[in-house]
């Protein structure tokens, strides 16, 4: 994290950075979890998680769902900006993953 933010800022950077990159086109949700921050799409699932880092930081993981699964996972993020452009590249990025079956 940067000196000049906390992590009590972070739900209004993301609902900002939310809502430059999708504006009026698709409804979302965002809402708080145990440990940090749950965006929901109609197609997808943005999980937003703290975990403690190195002298008293905190490190900040996205992971991705899609019809109920984890289809992809980033970070772990140290600050706030690469974070953000994390969320908003996943919030506007196709989801794409591969199924695989035996036989």
Same mark, same amino acid.
Do not use: N
């Given at each position: 994290? *940067?000196?000049?933010?906390?992590?009590?800022?972070?739900? =209004?950077?993301?609902?900002?950075?939310?809502?430059?990159?999708?504006?009026?086109?698709?409804?979302?949700?965002?809402?708080?979890?145990?440990?940090?921050?749950?965006?929901?799409?109609?197609?997808?699932?943005?999980?937003?998680?703290?975990?403690?880092?190195?002298?008293?930081?905190?490190?900040? *993981?996205?992971?991705?769902?899609? %019809?109920? /699964?984890? =289809?992809? /996972?980033?970070?772990?993020?140290?600050?706030?900006?690469?974070?953000? %452009?994390?969320?908003?590249?996943?919030?506007?990025?196709?989801?794409?993953?591969?199924?695989?079956? %035996?036989?």
């Amino acid at each position: 994290m *940067t000196a000049d933010r906390s992590s009590s800022d972070l739900p =209004v950077l993301l609902e900002t950075a939310i809502e430059e990159c999708l504006a009026d086109s698709v409804e979302w949700t965002l809402g708080e979890t145990d440990d940090g921050y749950r965006l929901c799409l109609p197609d997808r699932q943005i999980v937003i998680s703290a975990r403690d880092g190195p002298a008293d930081g905190v490190y900040w *993981t996205i992971a991705l769902h899609s %019809d109920g /699964k984890i =289809v992809s /996972k980033s970070g772990p993020y140290e600050t706030f900006e690469p974070l953000l %452009d994390q969320v908003q590249t996943t919030v506007t990025t196709d989801v794409q993953y591969t199924v695989c079956c %035996d036989g």
